[in-house]
């Protein structure tokens, strides 16, 4: 559950790009034009995933919660959006700016626009101006839609499937690996780790967006400078997501040099009035301190184990329950005895000790749920399904099918529901596999994978049952 803040549980206060134009504060004659990419995402899509990305990362990730903090970034963005020519306009994009509490130097927007910037980011910044040089390179990214044009040159993915994914790319490090536990791909890297072309055009196109805000955008090179000067031996974790397009410094120099800066917002008194306040508070813990003591409250015990057998005892299925709600459009009830352990392309479920760990490396889940959504190639149902069977079978040579298909409840809805047997790779047990999938509006399939050794399946297939039954769906797409 979410902790509100002071003054809202979520960020309420969405930012609409204004619909006049600001008076131009840049030399356009100068100034380098960036022409926005190739892309096959409509910038309605771009809200969607921002928006559902932005709803996990404040489920997950610390938020400072301080409100004067907060309304010292929101000023700041709310001049740069005001600055944002015409051309570059979306009417529909939903802009929001929120501070993480976390030590770390680094900052991201997402699709559409939701940003967030780290805390230690405002602690090391000298000016106004120099926070404003990051959140105008990360509104750049946003209004030049680089996430999803750069997802255009890869795979179409699935938009309601991958928000547990963009945040693992965004956490990074061990905190992400916690985040995107059993993702099949790494769709956060399409959406948020920044080719050179794409920086360089944020970094010049961020300068433009300050000098037409009244911020000097030589404030942004010194920041990068800055970055890179704090980041310590492994280098900062901003410029492994923003890496230098080459001559950083001197390419956003250069293209000040074209500018006119209308105005002038490079005094000090506030962010050194944050800094103080900043100061008050208790020290912001670093993303590898969150990664260390989430790992355990995220996954239930993982026992290592051998090869052919299980060293962990696990409870059975709880009369109590507990009700998730891992994406926008689903919530899903489970036993209160199991826990989420995954997000992305699929979460899991699973009891304490129902997660293990082989001593080669494997991992698997010997007891529990495991809910995603998909799309296939054929129109029915039925086809969809076979495809997505087709699809387990290639990763685990065991599979077998126990019989047809029998028409089931999923939320409400007419599904399908079958039974498989598989011999686990990880502790060599047999085990009943229970697959139930269901249509949502937009073609797409949601799956639930029930999984228990064949000793407990009935007491499993049960809860199983009941899962599916009062799944909650919304998808009103």
């Given at each position: 559950?979410m902790t509100?803040?002071a003054?809202?549980?979520?960020?309420?206060?969405?930012l609409l790009?204004?619909?006049l134009?600001?008076?131009l504060?840049a030399?356009?004659?100068?100034?380098?034009h960036?022409?926005?990419?190739?892309n096959s995402?409509s910038?309605?899509q771009?809200?969607?995933?921002?928006?559902?990305?932005?709803?996990?990362?404040?489920?997950?990730m610390?938020?400072?919660?301080?409100?004067?903090?907060e309304d010292?970034?929101?000023?700041?963005?709310?001049?740069l959006i005001?600055?944002?020519?015409?051309?570059?306009?979306?009417?529909?994009?939903?802009y929001?700016?929120?501070?993480?509490?976390?030590?770390?130097?680094n900052?991201f927007?997402?699709?559409?626009g939701?940003m967030f910037?780290?805390?230690?980011?405002?602690?090391?910044a000298?000016?106004e101006?120099e926070?404003?040089?990051?959140?105008?390179?990360?509104l750049?990214?946003v209004?030049?839609?680089?996430?999803?044009?750069?997802?255009?040159k890869?795979q179409?993915?699935?938009?309601?499937?991958?928000?547990?994914?963009?945040?693992?790319?965004?956490?990074?490090?061990?905190?992400?690996a916690?985040v995107?536990q059993?993702?099949?791909?790494?769709?956060?890297?399409?959406?948020?780790?920044?080719?050179?072309?794409?920086e360089?055009?944020?970094?010049l196109?961020g300068?433009?967006?300050?000098?037409?805000?009244?911020?000097?955008?030589?404030?942004?090179?010194?920041?990068?400078q800055?970055?890179?000067r704090?980041?310590?031996?492994?280098?900062?974790?901003?410029l492994?997501d923003?890496p230098?397009?080459?001559n950083?410094?001197?390419?956003?120099?250069?293209?000040?040099?074209?500018?006119?800066v209308?105005?002038?917002?490079?005094d000090?008194g506030d962010i050194?009035?944050?800094?103080?306040?900043l100061r008050?508070?208790?020290?912001?813990?670093?993303s590898?301190?969150?990664?260390?003591?989430?790992?355990?409250?995220?996954?239930?015990?993982?026992g290592?184990v051998?090869?052919?057998?299980?060293d962990?005892?696990?409870?059975?299925?709880?009369?109590d329950?507990?009700?998730?709600?891992?994406?926008?459009?689903?919530?899903i009830?489970v036993?209160?005895?199991?826990?989420?352990?995954s997000?992305?392309?699929?979460?899991?479920?699973?009891?304490?000790?129902?997660?293990?760990q082989?001593?080669?490396?494997?991992?698997?889940f010997?007891?529990?749920?495991?809910v995603?959504?998909?799309?296939?190639?054929?129109?029915?149902?039925?086809?969809q399904?076979?495809q997505l069977?087709?699809?387990f079978?290639?990763?685990?040579?065991q599979?077998?099918?126990q019989?047809?298909?029998?028409?089931t409840n999923?939320?409400?809805?007419?599904g399908?529901?079958?039974?498989?047997?598989?011999?686990?790779?990880?502790?060599?047990?047999?085990?009943?596999?229970?697959v139930?999938?269901?249509q949502?509006?937009?073609?797409s399939?949601?799956?639930?994978i029930?999984?228990?050794?064949t000793?407990?399946?009935?007491?499993?297939?049960?809860?199983?049952?009941?899962?599916?039954?009062?799944?909650?769906l919304?998808?009103?797409?």
């Amino acid at each position: 559950m979410m902790t509100p803040r002071a003054h809202s549980s979520i960020r309420t206060r969405l930012l609409l790009v204004p619909v006049l134009s600001v008076v131009l504060a840049a030399s356009s004659a100068a100034q380098t034009h960036i022409e926005p990419h190739k892309n096959s995402y409509s910038p309605k899509q771009d809200v969607e995933l921002g928006l559902q990305a932005a709803r996990e990362v404040r489920q997950q990730m610390p938020m400072l919660n301080d409100q004067r903090t907060e309304d010292f970034a929101e000023r700041i963005g709310e001049r740069l959006i005001d600055a944002v020519p015409a051309e570059y306009r979306q009417p529909e994009f939903r802009y929001s700016f929120d501070v993480v509490n976390l030590r770390d130097i680094n900052a991201f927007a997402l699709p559409g626009g939701p940003m967030f910037l780290h805390r230690g980011m405002i602690e090391a910044a000298r000016s106004e101006a120099e926070v404003a040089g990051v959140m105008g390179h990360e509104l750049a990214h946003v209004i030049l839609r680089h996430g999803t044009a750069q997802a255009t040159k890869g795979q179409k993915f699935q938009i309601g499937a991958i928000a547990g994914q963009v945040l693992g790319a965004i956490i990074g490090g061990r905190t992400g690996a916690v985040v995107s536990q059993g993702s099949q791909v790494g769709l956060g890297t399409w959406f948020l780790k920044y080719s050179r072309e794409y920086e360089r055009e944020a970094d010049l196109l961020g300068a433009q967006l300050m000098a037409r805000a009244g911020y000097d955008p030589r404030a942004m090179a010194s920041m990068f400078q800055t970055i890179e000067r704090q980041g310590g031996g492994g280098g900062p974790e901003f410029l492994s997501d923003h890496p230098n397009p080459g001559n950083r410094v001197e390419a956003i120099n250069r293209e000040a040099d074209m500018l006119r800066v209308q105005g002038n917002r490079n005094d000090l008194g506030d962010i050194q009035a944050i800094h103080a306040r900043l100061r008050g508070l208790p020290k912001a813990p670093t993303s590898a301190e969150v990664a260390k003591s989430r790992q355990g409250a995220q996954i239930p015990e993982r026992g290592p184990v051998g090869t052919s057998g299980r060293d962990v005892r696990v409870e059975p299925p709880s009369g109590d329950w507990r009700t998730y709600q891992p994406g926008d459009f689903l919530r899903i009830s489970v036993p209160a005895n199991w826990a989420q352990v995954s997000g992305g392309n699929t979460v899991m479920f699973a009891p304490r000790g129902g997660y293990l760990q082989a001593e080669n490396g494997q991992s698997a889940f010997t007891h529990g749920i495991e809910v995603g959504v998909t799309r296939g190639s054929g129109n029915s149902l039925q086809q969809q399904t076979e495809q997505l069977l087709q699809s387990f079978a290639q990763s685990n040579p065991q599979l077998r099918r126990q019989g047809g298909y029998a028409r089931t409840n999923v939320g409400g809805r007419q599904g399908l529901t079958t039974t498989l047997s598989n011999v686990s790779e990880v502790t060599g047990e047999n085990e009943a596999v229970s697959v139930s999938t269901v249509q949502l509006r937009d073609g797409s399939v949601l799956f639930l994978i029930g999984v228990a050794p064949t000793d407990e399946a009935r007491t499993y297939l049960n809860t199983f049952s009941r899962i599916r039954q009062n799944v909650e769906l919304a998808d009103n797409r």
